[in-house]
């Protein structure tokens, strides 16, 4: 059964205090591997998509990785308006439908 | 460009109702996926459209149906309402398939079951 597993649920930094987020995820033939932003109250943001493994993206102060069992986002320097839940989805080769982890609520602080 | 619309925004009924969400996807996308997300359950897919046809169906039971107009706005509905179904309701548009392209989010609608 394609699954996806997010670690830790819940993440507080200080400003500036740089950290990763970590998706494992066991899926039958991997399309795509999808990292989304969620606001309260709001539907997820897209952030990245990685396809292959050694695969890398970044945006700001944002990159996501990925191997063949899991990804991680990696936050450097991370500022108050990071603070959002992160979600990590998997679209398996067949099938349009994504799978979401459970989400990493990450909170930091000033 | 507008991004994906969801109407209504909150949406209160009862037991036993039913109720219909609509959602209107970024300019020139085609397809629309429906998502349900609860605390306990996070986001579950519920179904996938493309050109009017639904290509793919969650593990939901036949109360949620939905639909896709030719404009490939869609809508879902849910009927005879369960205290269960108080959740997020998110749709997903992208441009062809969702097989092949990134699927961007709606703001969803916020349904309470009392």
């Known amino acids: 059964e394609d699954q996806v597993t997010q670690s830790p649920e819940a993440l507080r930094l200080q400003e500036g205090e740089s950290s990763s987020l970590n998706c494992s995820y066991t899926?039958?033939?991997?399309?795509?591997l999808f990292w989304y932003r969620q606001d309260p109250g709001k539907g997820p943001e897209f952030l990245f998509t990685?396809?292959?493994a050694g695969e890398e993206k970044e945006k700001e102060r944002l990159k996501a990785t990925l191997t063949k069992k899991e990804s991680f986002l990696h936050i450097t320097a991370p500022k108050p308006e990071d603070s959002a839940t992160y979600l990590c989805?998997?679209?398996?080769?067949?099938?349009?439908?994504?799978?979401f982890g459970q989400g990493t609520e990450l909170s930091v602080k000033p | 460009k507008a991004g994906v619309t969801q109407t209504p925004r909150y949406l209160i009924k009862t037991r036993g109702q039913q109720v219909t969400l609509s959602c209107s996807p970024i300019?020139?996308?085609?397809?629309v996926s429906w998502y349900q997300q609860t605390p306990g359950q996070g986001l579950q897919f519920l179904f996938e459209?493309?050109?009017?046809?639904?290509?793919n169906k969650g593990n939901f039971p036949g109360r949620f149906s939905g639909r896709q107009f030719s404009n490939s706005r869609s809508e879902m509905n849910v009927s005879t309402l369960e205290l269960g179904d108080s959740a997020l309701y998110l749709c997903?548009?992208?441009?062809?398939?969702?097989?092949?392209?990134?699927?961007?989010f709606g703001p969803g609608t916020r349904l309470t079951v009392l």
């Open positions: 990685l396809y292959s």
């Open positions: 300019s020139g996308h085609r397809s």
């Open positions: 997903a548009s992208s441009p062809r398939d969702p097989r092949t392209d990134t699927q961007y």
């Open positions: 899926v039958s033939g991997l399309r795509g």
């Open positions: 459209y493309f050109s009017e046809t639904q290509r």
């Open positions: 989805a998997v679209q398996a080769n067949q099938g349009g439908k994504l799978i």
